[in-house]
């Protein structure tokens, strides 16, 4: 599979739904993206339902399909599913700190059984010829298990693997420690693989891209909340010039009113909230700290908009 460029669009539950990747995407610089994760829980997901969270069909870049599981059983019925649906590849969640993912020893809480994660993996990659990635944290309590767990996803086969740099405890308060992936790295090539890896976490200026693989060795770039905060981050990271006020309001408007028409006006208010709540294209709240808060408040699109 052949990417046009190596900066990735994170999976985010609660965020990367079509709208918004059909949003983010056309503005340049990413080589692909992929769907809020899936949960395989106790039966297979329907094409259907895959089909969901991909959209009517992304044109502008690859979208891979991210499913999360617990156990091998019914990952494969769920992979064919998603591979039926259009994606362009499978990713494994095995990253997800929420509480309620670890509570169901699903997402990160696997990183502490390697065997059952590796199974998870063998399971997809048997199911399709689709490249199965994987996407990890450094560890739920230590860093240290990343260099055991990177191994062992690469002898199950896994084609890519994202490793974030923060553990499970961690949650996204600290910042990313990008050492650890690199630790990891080291590891994954010192047992002979070399599969690509991207790097997660941190990446919230467009130098930043290039300073993560300087620092890690991995070759790939994913990037998450900071392309909440900053959608032309990409495509800045890569020389374009950054958005201007105009550019940036133009955008708001652009995403609230695609969010309307595909989910209706309470949602679209709730995604318009949460990007003015992270949002720093076109410098629109420097210095304005106050106004950002009162408009988090409001209770119109219509008064975010005049704010903006």
């Not at 199911?127 to 996407?135: G, I, M």
């Not at 958005?243 to 708001?252: G, K, L, R």
Request: hydrophobic share 55%; net charge positive; charged share 15%.
């Amino acid at each position: 599979m052949t990417l046009p460029t190596r900066l990735l669009l994170a999976p985010m539950e609660g965020i990367t739904d079509p709208v918004f990747r059909d949003c983010v995407l056309p503005l340049g610089g990413w080589g692909a993206g992929c769907t809020e994760f899936v949960r395989v829980a106790v039966a297979p997901v329907p094409r259907k339902v895959v089909a969901r969270f991909l959209g009517p069909g992304s044109v502008h870049r690859p979208v891979a399909v991210q499913l999360m599981a617990a156990s091998p059983e019914h990952v494969a019925a769920s992979v064919r599913a998603a591979e039926a649906a259009g994606a362009a590849w499978i990713d494994l969640n095995f990253g997800c700190p929420a509480p309620t993912v670890f509570s169901h020893c699903a997402g990160s809480a696997l990183l502490s059984h390697p065997a059952r994660m590796t199974a998870i993996v063998a399971a997809a990659v048997a199911a399709t010829d689709l490249p199965v990635s994987a996407k990890i944290r450094v560890g739920v309590t230590d860093p240290g298990d990343a260099a055991d767990n990177v191994v062992a996803l690469a002898d199950a086969g896994a084609a890519l693997i994202t490793i974030h740099g923060r553990l499970r405890t961690q949650g996204y308060h600290q910042p990313a420690t990008w050492s650890w992936i690199a630790d990891a790295v080291r590891a994954l090539r010192a047992a002979g693989h070399r599969i690509p890896v991207a790097g997660n976490g941190s990446v919230e200026a467009p130098a930043d891209a290039a300073a993560l693989v300087a620092a890690t060795g991995c070759e790939l770039v994913m990037i998450g909340r900071g392309a909440l905060a900053n959608p032309w981050l990409a495509a800045q990271a890569l020389g374009a010039p950054a958005p201007t006020a105009a550019d940036a309001v133009a955008f708001a408007r652009a995403y609230h009113d695609a969010a309307l028409a595909a989910r209706g006006a309470h949602v679209a208010l709730c995604k318009l909230k949460q990007l003015v709540r992270w949002y720093r294209a076109g410098e629109l709240f420097a210095g304005r700290e106050c106004e950002r808060q009162a408009a988090l408040r409001c209770a119109a699109a219509t008064v975010i908009f005049a704010t903006l």
